[in-house]
């Protein structure tokens, strides 16, 4: 049975703003960058990154960034400020190659200031909109501003900017055979709370298989031995009961002959020992993502 940890419970409202501030980061995260580059009605260019921020729709493609208000002053981003004159931005996607040019540019410089300059990064000129793009970046999203919501007037408030792409730039080295984005290529980087950024290397990642076109069995019909294991996870039983269909029982008697025989032959008079070995490979093949496999090897203790 999974023992649930002791939890303490929060109301934000009796909390100091940057407390409320430090466990939303310290929660949510990694989150993706956008590296925000904006231009006043001056023509001077800025450029500034913001945690706060995804995708939300690609049909029309809409991604949403927050410059939020200053918690400690209450000063608006320039970023803020500029796109509420002049409704254009392009974000660029940060990845490990950029990410420390990336850091200085969200230095405190005064407005007017060119963070292109100050950080190093090479400027290009967009093709629909007036705010240039950082030719370092593995991507570029030409973007306009479709709404600024304001969420509050207070240090800390959001303010969400709603950008609909015009247009996408790749560097093509980023891309596999296919011409689509290769998530080991692209190296992306996010952020986590306090100075903590994540890299999302080969290292790092996993994959899933999401279940689009297919429904697991659910923890409901998962064998009550299986429900009951000591070894397996309720992490691991979730990746069992996301299986479609059961392996049929003669693809589990081949594989106990031919993957199996010899933990039966060395464990036969000791059946708990045998189903704990069982459930141990079970675990191991589950981090290997070998769902099929998995099954078979716990399927097999009472197969024949």
Not at 240 to 269: H, M, R, W
Request: with cysteine; net charge negative.
């Amino acid at each position: 049975m999974f023992n649930f940890s002791v939890m303490i419970t929060l109301d934000p409202k009796t909390l100091p703003v940057p407390k409320v501030h430090q466990y939303l980061l310290g929660a949510i995260g990694p989150r993706p960058i956008a590296f925000a580059s904006t231009i006043d009605a001056e023509g001077n260019h800025n450029l500034a990154p913001f945690s706060f921020f995804n995708v939300f729709s690609a049909n029309p493609p809409i991604l949403i960034f927050s410059p939020a208000r200053a918690g400690r002053s209450n000063k608006t981003k320039d970023t803020y400020n500029n796109v509420k004159v002049i409704p254009e931005v392009v974000i660029n996607v940060v990845n490990f190659d950029m990410v420390h040019q990336m850091s200085l540019a969200s230095s405190p410089y005064p407005a007017g200031t060119s963070e292109f300059t100050k950080s190093g990064f090479t400027a290009l000129e967009s093709e629909t909109i007036k705010p240039m793009r950082v030719a370092e970046a593995p991507v570029q999203f030409e973007c306009k501003v479709n709404q600024v919501i304001e969420l509050g007037t207070e240090g800390g408030a959001g303010n969400l900017v709603i950008c609909e792409v015009t247009r996408i730039h790749i560097r093509e080295e980023v891309l596999d055979a296919d011409g689509m984005i290769d998530q080991k290529k692209i190296d992306l980087v996010a952020r986590m709370g306090g100075n903590w950024y994540c890299r999302a290397d080969e290292n790092s990642m996993f994959e899933i298989t999401k279940p689009i076109t297919t429904c697991g069995i659910g923890f409901d019909l998962l064998p009550s031995d299986i429900l009951a294991s000591t070894v397996l996870s309720r992490n691991d039983l979730g990746q069992l009961a996301g299986i479609d269909a059961l392996p049929d029982e003669t693809d589990v008697n081949e594989y106990k002959l031919l993957e199996l025989s010899e933990l039966f032959v060395s464990l036969e008079d000791d059946a708990n020992a045998l189903e704990n070995a069982l459930h141990k490979r079970a675990k191991s093949l589950l981090s290997e993502n070998k769902l099929n496999e998995a099954w078979m090897t716990l399927l097999a203790f009472n197969n024949g």
